[in-house]
């Protein structure tokens, strides 16, 4: 199996050669295209797992599995703007709930909370936990870069600015400073994350965009 990223940048796109047999795993709704003769199965990966992927990590309820039966290309792209990173996962990998796209067959999901959602930041921080062997696709909203963590070393991320980290990464989460910092001061919760480990990190703020187009709808202020 070979992965290879093109249009590294804004507007990423993974490509992924398979020989016969060979199998993806893949968020629903990435698949752009398809060549050679591709069968394309939808599982749930284990029913409790589906469940908390849907209702705690905000993801899909099913995922994707193609299947090549004979030398096949497929390639995939996120849902929002920005760069894909391949990584290889040995034993586990905490990714951001909106990063994953694509995985090898050998790597299991499942969900973990990271945790807590405060009454004044409106956040909260969900993980996926990506456990076993092999290669999966990861993307960002902007630009994505990785810092390695020696053991002991730290870093104080924004939530919204996480992609994934080291299952050997020491994390915890805590509000922006004190609660006038979180009500004035533009920031929720951040994230403090003590090495050993891989540190992947997004230049832009999902959330904080959202929020910011949300606030450029006109509001229907008219009595009915």
């Known amino acids: 199996m070979l992965f290879k990223t093109d249009f590294r940048g804004s507007y990423a796109i993974l490509f992924v050669e398979l020989e016969i047999g060979e199998t993806i795993v893949a968020e629903p709704g990435a698949m752009v295209s398809m060549e050679g003769d591709i069968e394309v199965n939808t599982s749930t990966g284990g029913i409790f ?106 870093i104080t991320v924004d939530t919204g600015h996480i992609v994934g980290f080291d299952e050997t990464v020491k994390y915890s989460v805590r509000t922006f400073g004190g609660i006038k910092s979180t009500l004035f001061g533009g920031e929720g919760l951040v994230v403090d994350l003590v090495g050993p480990g891989r540190v992947y990190i997004q230049t832009r703020n999902s959330p904080a965009f959202i929020n910011w187009i949300k606030n450029l709808i006109p509001r229907d202020t008219a009595s009915k």
């Open 49 to 154: 797992k589906a469940l908390k992927r849907a209702f705690l990590g905000g993801e899909h309820f099913f995922l994707n599995k193609y299947i090549s039966h004979s030398k096949s290309k497929i390639s995939f792209a996120p849902l929002l703007p920005g760069d894909i990173e391949v990584i290889d996962i040995k034993n586990g990998f905490f990714l951001q709930s909106t990063s994953y796209l694509a995985s090898q067959e050998t790597i299991s999901i499942d969900t973990k909370f990271g945790g807590f959602k405060t009454f004044f930041s409106g956040e909260g921080f969900f993980l996926l936990k990506l456990s076993g062997y092999g290669k999966a696709a990861i993307s960002a909203f902007g630009g994505i870069y990785h810092k390695e963590l020696e053991p002991g070393e730290a």
